[in-house]
């Protein structure tokens, strides 16, 4: 499985009922890949991490993960999601909401953790720092921690991709700093997908840029390139800063918005 993308994605078309969210989306990720997908508000990120998770069906248009299709290839997927509900006043451990991880879809009828499930659990507070909170309440941390546990979370299912969407939204640039060490680290066993709307909480941990805006521009390169940024923004915005040593925006000479 060498050179066999793990995400594989061919003229993909999806969305929701009358509005076609994501036009033409050509993407293939690989194991030892960390892309990071910029772009603004309503543009899609969200909607793409869906459909790579099977929860949308395709109009049109391949996906696979892991070489299956996304409903059977994302037992492979670890999900940090936008939102998160626990965060207010819910009196849940931090080793439960790790233990999360590891529900099974009978979960209801009868879980229990085996001892499998609890090495998994431990390992994943370990790798995120976690393990020395596992006994506090989630909303006793801070905006970082709580994000290591939420990570911690979705380690626990022993992925293969971990997917985050927007990890850093709620932390300082000090916290995300660490985050991003973190996900680096992570990235030697584990293909990351990140996704921000945010260009500059993008850092030097990514080792690929690409921008969703309806359309996906990405060529596995860590340029930030005047198409991207087009599509992306509708004109050159000159905030990409730390982390992105080879950045490539053109002075901006063409009046996007005149047209
Ligand atoms: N469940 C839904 N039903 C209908 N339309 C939706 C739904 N979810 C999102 N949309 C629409 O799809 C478009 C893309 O939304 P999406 O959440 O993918 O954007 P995003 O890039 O993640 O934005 P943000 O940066 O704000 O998180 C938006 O116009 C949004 O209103
Ligand atoms: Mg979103």
């Known amino acids: 499985m060498d050179k066999q993308a793990v995400i594989s994605i061919k003229n993909l078309w999806a969305g929701y009922e009358a509005d076609m969210v994501l036009e033409d989306i050509n993407f293939d990720m690989f194991q030892d890949d960390f892309v990071g997908l910029i772009g603004p508000n309503g543009g899609g990120k969200t909607t793409l991490i869906r459909?790579?998770?099977?929860?949308?069906?395709?109009?049109?248009?391949?996906?696979?993960?892991?070489?299956?299709?996304?409903?059977?290839?994302?037992?492979?997927?670890?999900?940090?999601?936008?939102?998160?509900?626990?965060?207010?006043?819910?009196?849940?451990?931090?080793?439960?909401?790790?233990a999360m991880g590891r529900l099974r879809p009978n979960f209801l009828h009868n879980f229990r953790l085996s001892s499998q499930d609890n090495d998994a659990i431990e390992m994943a507070l370990k790798e995120t720092g976690m393990i020395d909170?596992?006994?506090?309440?989630?909303?006793?941390?801070?905006?970082?921690?709580?994000?290591?546990?939420?990570?911690?979370?979705?380690?626990?299912?022993?992925?293969?991709i971990l997917l985050l969407d927007e990890p850093t939204s709620s932390v300082d640039s000090q916290s995300s700093n660490q985050l991003y060490e973190l996900l680096s680290e992570l990235n030697n066993h584990i293909a990351i997908l990140l996704i921000s709307h945010d260009l500059t909480a993008i850092s030097a941990s990514?080792?690929?840029?690409?921008?969703?805006?309806?359309?996906?521009?990405?060529?596995?390169?860590?340029?930030?390139?005047?198409?991207?940024?087009?599509?992306?923004?509708?004109?050159?915005?000159?905030?990409?800063?730390?982390g992105v040593p080879h950045r490539v925006l053109p002075s901006h000479q063409h009046e996007v918005w005149h047209d």
Request: charged share 25%.
């Open 51 to 98: 459909v790579i998770l099977g929860l949308i069906k395709p109009e049109k248009g391949q996906i696979t993960v892991m070489g299956q299709e996304p409903a059977r290839g994302r037992k492979h997927i670890g999900y940090v999601s936008q939102f998160q509900v626990e965060d207010k006043h819910f009196p849940i451990s931090v080793w439960d909401v790790a």
């Open 133 to 160: 909170f596992r006994k506090r309440r989630i909303y006793e941390l801070s905006g970082g921690q709580r994000q290591r546990v939420y990570i911690s979370r979705a380690l626990a299912t022993e992925p293969k």
């Open 206 to 242: 990514v080792k690929t840029i690409g921008c969703v805006n309806r359309r996906l521009v990405y060529e596995g390169n860590k340029e930030i390139t005047d198409e991207m940024v087009e599509v992306g923004y509708g004109c050159p915005v000159d905030l990409i800063a730390h």
